[in-house]
């Protein structure tokens, strides 16, 4: 099912961008970043419609008429194929797509289920191949770029989160691929995230004791890291295609 706010069509000078799982933390700050730049922007979100309502006043306080709030379960491919459609039919044009919603909890070997793995699979892979796939004749039209949040432990995985990283990694195979498929038009880079944003899980991947011992930087991170990375490699970064950035203040070094 998908519920699009602000219909009203604009005829579109600005760049656009498309972001996935928008609503909150990391998706919200890339937001206020890129819309800060210039984009205009159309917000996915799956559950969190009163904080995707807040983000929207917010921008359209800035500049009104900037922005399309999207409301898809991106497990599901039929709600996922409407996005890019929905994001044309307002702008049309797409300039940047990040690929930024996750699914991440633990799933102890031994415990794992078929409903586990599926959903950690669909949004964290499919979805953003399947965003992509629909999404790359616009970006080429635009000469535009990909984004992708991947995770430092895609290559490094790390006990009871099994399934999440081999979907990471997933998403990094599709990253070096899709950099392939749709040059030279289109650029295609991922975000590596470390510790940025602390769980309330009380299974914690890492404990803040593990961050600051072995992160470089002796200190977590902040959303404003990511969301500087996301609109470098989106606007700045013009000969950079095919890379993972890790922005994990020194943490991989030491997993």
Same mark, same amino acid.
Request: hydrophobic fraction near 50%; charge should be neutral.
């Given at each position: 099912?998908? =519920?699009?706010?602000? =219909?009203? $069509?604009?005829?579109?000078?600005? $760049?656009?961008?498309?972001?996935?799982?928008?609503?909150?933390? @990391?998706?919200?700050?890339?937001?206020?970043?890129?819309?800060?730049?210039?984009?205009?922007?159309? /917000?996915?979100?799956?559950?969190?419609?009163?904080?995707? %309502?807040?983000?929207?006043?917010?921008?359209?306080?800035?500049?009104?008429?900037?922005?399309?709030?999207?409301?898809?379960?991106?497990?599901?491919?039929?709600?996922?194929? =409407?996005?890019?459609?929905?994001?044309?039919?307002?702008?049309?044009?797409?300039?940047?797509?990040?690929?930024?919603?996750?699914?991440?909890?633990?799933?102890?070997?031994?415990?794992?289920?078929?409903?586990?793995?599926?959903?950690?699979?669909?949004?964290?892979?499919?979805?953003?191949?399947?965003?992509?796939?629909?999404?790359?004749?616009?970006?080429?039209?635009?000469?535009? *770029?990909? @984004?992708?949040?991947?995770?430092?432990?895609?290559?490094?995985?790390?006990?009871?989160?099994?399934?999440?990283?081999?979907?990471?990694?997933?998403?990094?195979?599709?990253?070096?691929?899709?950099?392939?498929?749709?040059?030279? %038009?289109?650029?295609?880079?991922?975000?590596?995230?470390?510790?940025?944003?602390?769980?309330?899980?009380?299974? &914690?991947?890492?404990?803040?004791? @593990?961050? %600051?011992?072995? =992160?470089? /930087? &002796?200190?977590?991170?902040?959303?404003?890291? /990511?969301?500087? *990375?996301?609109?470098?490699?989106?606007?700045?970064?013009?000969?950079?295609?095919?890379? @993972?950035?890790?922005?994990?203040?020194?943490?991989?070094?030491?997993?």
């Amino acid at each position: 099912m998908l =519920t699009v706010m602000r =219909t009203d $069509p604009t005829p579109n000078i600005r $760049p656009v961008a498309l972001i996935t799982g928008a609503a909150k933390r @990391v998706g919200a700050t890339i937001a206020r970043r890129m819309h800060g730049a210039g984009f205009d922007l159309a /917000l996915h979100y799956r559950s969190s419609a009163s904080e995707m %309502e807040a983000l929207v006043a917010e921008l359209e306080a800035l500049r009104p008429a900037s922005t399309l709030a999207l409301q898809a379960d991106l497990a599901d491919l039929d709600a996922v194929a =409407t996005l890019v459609p929905a994001v044309i039919r307002r702008f049309g044009r797409l300039d940047a797509l990040v690929n930024n919603a996750s699914s991440f909890y633990p799933t102890p070997l031994g415990s794992i289920d078929g409903m586990q793995f599926d959903d950690l699979m669909a949004t964290n892979a499919r979805a953003p191949l399947f965003l992509a796939q629909a999404a790359a004749a616009h970006l080429r039209a635009s000469r535009g *770029a990909i @984004v992708n949040l991947v995770d430092i432990y895609a290559d490094r995985p790390i006990p009871r989160y099994l399934p999440y990283c081999m979907a990471k990694a997933a998403l990094v195979a599709l990253t070096y691929g899709l950099a392939r498929e749709l040059g030279p %038009e289109v650029r295609v880079n991922a975000i590596a995230p470390g510790n940025i944003i602390w769980s309330s899980n009380p299974e &914690k991947a890492e404990t803040l004791g @593990v961050v %600051e011992e072995r =992160t470089a /930087l &002796k200190r977590q991170g902040d959303p404003d890291d /990511l969301a500087g *990375a996301a609109l470098f490699l989106i606007r700045d970064a013009g000969y950079v295609t095919g890379q @993972v950035l890790r922005v994990d203040g020194g943490r991989w070094l030491n997993i």
